[in-house]
């Protein structure tokens, strides 16, 4: 078994958090817990695992599991099945809880009480939070934690997690012993414990409704209004579209000050670094090989974080679940639901969230679609080398001013490349769909978040975490790749009598050229050979990849020009755009090959995507190669 997947708990109490997506379990779990978590994978399956630490006032030590969310104890998806094991201790590696903490969103009680009373029927000691009731009371629901205790028969404590409000309420109520005790007559005795009761708890949830004065109260959420317009058939749909478009624009607009700020800096290091150590292997390790790789792809840092941004801010504010009800009848043509959206679009920032993500669908067919298609998403890594190419061959120039602001044809070549990525994989989901023998009549059920101001303090955080792992692939396997790639590029030296860069003579020109014989037909020359093979670590690596062949190509001892100029002098439109052609459908890093066989508990799975992306890499390269210069360019 992998070692992510073995557990050794400690003794103690443990708390499990049990509720509904989007009811803001998530964000008391982590006031709960501060910093002291930790995460990794349940045993035997690949759904993620957080548990905390809680001490409370008295001293005593919980441990706190955050289950995943869930909409009932029937299971419609590896998350919610996962639930249903460690309530009724089925989980393996994990001890059954000694206490439920049911988290309700108060704004939809008529809904999440039916999980709380699925979860009485377990047998176990329960405390419920009643969260967000700051925006209940702001919606007219007036849901009184005293009342509600007294019908539930268990602890009511009246939360707002995001604010922090209610926490010493709750820590206190976790310190009484009389909360973990047992209830006398428990139900936990029937054939299927925590099975829906459907009438039942529809009769259960009207009478506590109605004890709680809110049994007719259904007010019209501020939110009503804007969905009209958001989920409207034909202004939704262009909606979605304007808000793409504006933000591959901004990924270029935005970014330019910032860019040069790094890139300067880079230069000014390289020279200080140059000026100040001895000609020798040492100067061009570090100058030629770390400042030069590692430089080339810190400066599209700011292109990252603002592609982040709007992904944080859009999913943050509720308008996710939204676009993915407005694309689920286009994405039924093509034999999905829109329950794919979210994790296609997660992809876009990196395929292994995307492909976690696909834990959520129930279908077994459809999340190993999704899977497949994660890959063809345009994800971030890819960002540094469209960047690179597009600002060595697309002109800056501004075609229109919307509203103000300029709408530059480099952006415009940055959405297109996204559009392919995405048509590639509408195009192999729809030759999926055909080639199915069985098909599915599917229903898209998703609970729509209510609309609220993206909370700032969540988005920095989110942020921080992506540049924290962007900073750690510099650091960690970009760097590794960098001064490999300076090794391979650098001995062994040239012969005496040699002509030409040294490069040539490298154990790097040696590769590049045996692999030159497999790409030249689609325009590659020996120095995108050497650049493709480290690329398949991590994407970003093949942008400092060329940086450091092509320094350490540079005639003499001088050092070549700035990378964009350079291979904009010497490669063609026809090669640089089949170089495009092939990222758009290329086989993703290591670490997405690995995320794919994790996920699928085989090798066939991600053979067979990275076979087939290969294939489509290749076909689309060489087509775009040889058109091109058909057309003359």
């Known amino acids: 078994m992998p070692e992510s997947t073995i557990h050794v708990h400690p003794r103690g109490s443990l708390l499990a958090l049990l509720g509904s997506p989007n009811c803001g379990k998530t964000a008391l779990f982590n006031r709960l817990t501060g910093s002291r978590q930790k995460v990794a994978n349940y045993a035997g399956v690949t759904v993620e695992r957080k548990e905390g630490r809680l001490v409370t006032a008295t001293g005593r030590t919980l441990r706190v599991l955050d289950l995943p969310g869930a909409y009932s104890l029937v299971p419609r998806s590896p998350d919610e099945r996962v639930t249903r094991d460690v309530l ?58 005293a009342s509600l205790s007294s019908q539930l028969g268990v602890p009511v404590v009246r939360t707002v997690a995001i604010r922090g409000q209610g926490i010493d309420d709750l820590t206190r109520t976790l310190d009484d012993p009389a909360s973990w005790l047992r209830p006398a007559a428990a139900d936990a005795t029937r054939a299927h414990p925590g099975a829906d009761d459907p009438a039942a708890d529809a009769a259960r949830v009207q009478q506590i409704l109605g004890a709680l004065g809110l049994a007719d109260v259904m007010p019209a959420e501020p939110g009503d209004r804007i969905d009209r317009w958001v989920l409207h ?127 959520t669908i129930a279908n077994p067919r459809d999340r190993l679609v999704t899977i497949a298609l994660a890959p063809l998403m345009t994800c971030s890594a890819r960002l540094p080398v469209y960047a690179l190419l597009i600002a060595a061959f697309v002109p800056e120039r501004d075609l229109a001013t919307i509203g103000g602001v300029a709408v530059g044809l480099q952006g415009l070549v940055l959405l297109a490349l996204y559009v392919a990525g995405i048509a590639g994989a509408a195009a192999v989901a729809w030759m999926l769909k055909h080639l199915s023998s069985r098909r599915q009549v599917r229903t898209l059920m998703m609970e729509l978040p209510a609309w609220h101001w993206p909370h700032l303090p969540n988005v920095l955080l989110g942020l921080w975490q992506r540049v924290t792992i962007f900073l750690a692939r510099v650091g960690g396997i970009i760097l590794a790749m960098t001064v490999a790639i300076w090794f391979l590029a650098t001995f062994p030296a040239a012969p005496a009598n040699a002509t030409g860069p040294a490069i040539e003579h490298s154990y790097a020109g040696m590769l590049g050229r045996a692999l030159e014989i497999v790409f030249a037909p689609i325009g590659f020359n020996w120095q995108i ?70 996920e699928t508990g085989n090798w066939r799975m991600p053979l067979l995507i990275t076979a087939g992306l290969f294939v489509l890499a290749y076909a689309a390269a060489g087509i775009t190669y040889h058109a091109t210069r058909a057309l003359g360019s």
Do not use: H
């Open 88 to 145: 009724l201790g089925a989980a393996e590696g994990e001890k059954k809880p000694d206490l439920v903490l049911a988290v309700l969103d108060a704004t939809q009680l008529r809904r999440q009480l039916k999980l709380v009373l699925a979860a009485q029927r377990l047998g176990l000691p329960i405390v419920v939070a009643l969260n967000m009731a700051d925006r209940a009371e702001a919606l007219g629901i007036a849901a009184d934690a």
């Open 233 to 359: 058939p034909l202004l939704g749909p262009l909606l979605l579209a304007l808000l793409l478009f504006l933000m591959f624009q901004a990924v270029f607009a935005w970014a330019a000050a910032p860019m040069g700020w790094i890139e300067s800096g880079a230069a000014w290091v390289g020279e200080q670094l140059s000026s100040a150590l001895p000609a020798g292997w040492l100067r061009s390790l570090v100058a030629d090989g770390l400042v030069a790789g590692i430089g080339g792809v810190l400066v599209f840092l700011p292109q990252i974080v603002i592609l982040f941004a709007f992904i944080l801010v859009l999913e943050d504010s509720g308008y996710l679940p939204r676009a993915a009800y407005l694309l689920d009848r286009m994405m039924g043509g093509l034999g999905l639901s829109g329950r794919s959206f979210i994790p296609l679009l997660s992809s876009f920032a990196c395929a292994i969230p995307g492909i976690m993500a696909t834990r």
């Open 529 to 598: 050979c050497v650049a493709l093979v480290p690329g398949m670590a991590a994407r970003e690596v093949a942008v400092s990849a060329l940086g450091t062949v092509y320094t350490l190509s540079a005639a003499g001892d001088g050092t070549a020009e700035q990378l964009v100029p350079l291979i904009a002098s010497q490669w063609t439109l026809a090669t640089a755009l089949a170089l495009l052609a092939w990222f758009v459908f290329a086989p993703q890093c290591l670490s997405t090959i690995a995320a794919i066989k994790r």
